[in-house]
């Protein structure tokens, strides 16, 4: 509706405002369109107001056809920009979202370190804190811990890879396996100190490279706690 309004309201100055002129106070609202970055909306706004330049300011008037060469490839940039400039707002979008996603991982991190490092938290309340950090950023089911126990089908490495059955399992295609527990083993120092048991059973989560690292890290600070913990005897299993 804004380029069909602007376009009529710019009949008005048909003779003294250049149809290259109008042209671009359309591609200034096909930009606040686009930068919403939702790409749908900036290629309507192209759309309209390629169709809208056409009715309005183009001869023959108040009709859909253009027939000066001039004002046919205006038409034709008015969509081109549209496209282009909703894919960059996108990509823009994206980037935002990936640098956010980052800082959360790395404040998760930091934040459970300092706990560590500040022993303000019971190993317990720790273990539970971690496992619920876990389930939270690779959007699963649950996140147990169990001192030790009975191989499970798939693990995650320390490196973020994921193994099944002994072989590379590719995340990204087939998202975490929801037939079996995955074994994220507890280190501290290259010591295992216990193992995370992780459940992605009632939906397929599919988490990038970074997020499973991060579960790792995350994982091993939990490490660092027991190995400091050692001396008063094995933690008790929480859920």
Do not use: K
């Not at 106070?25 to 930068?35: E, F, N």
């Not at 317990?124 to 690779?138: A, F, R």
């Not at 191989?151 to 995340?171: E, F, H, K, S, W």
């Amino acid at each position: 509706m804004v380029p069909f309004a602007a376009c009529a309201v710019l009949t008005l100055f048909r003779d003294s405002v250049a149809n290259t002129n109008a042209a671009l106070g359309l591609v200034l609202l096909i930009v606040v369109a686009a930068s919403t970055g939702i790409r749908a909306a900036g290629l309507v706004a192209a759309l309209s107001s390629a169709a809208w330049f056409d009715y309005f300011l183009t001869a023959p008037y108040i009709h859909f056809a253009i027939t000066d060469r001039a004002d046919i490839e205006t038409a034709v940039l008015l969509m081109l920009v549209g496209a282009a400039v909703s894919e960059v707002a996108l990509w823009g979008r994206r980037q935002q979202a990936h640098a956010s996603r980052g800082q959360g991982y790395l404040d998760g991190v930091l934040s459970t370190a300092a706990t560590v490092g500040a022993g303000l938290s019971s190993t317990s309340s720790l273990i539970e804190h971690v496992g619920q950090q876990i389930v939270d950023l690779l959007e699963i089911d649950s996140c147990r811990f169990d001192p030790s126990g009975a191989p499970v089908l798939a693990t995650l490495n320390q490196d973020g890879t994921l193994t099944y059955n002994g072989r590379p399992y590719n995340v990204g295609r087939l998202g975490l396996p929801t037939d079996s527990e995955i074994e994220l083993v507890i280190q501290s120092g290259g010591v295992a100190g216990g193992r995370f048991l992780l459940t992605a059973a009632s939906t397929v989560a599919r988490p990038t490279l970074d997020q499973l690292r991060v579960a790792v890290a995350l994982a091993n600070q939990v490490g660092a706690a027991l190995a400091a913990a050692h001396r008063d005897g094995p933690p008790t299993a929480s859920s």
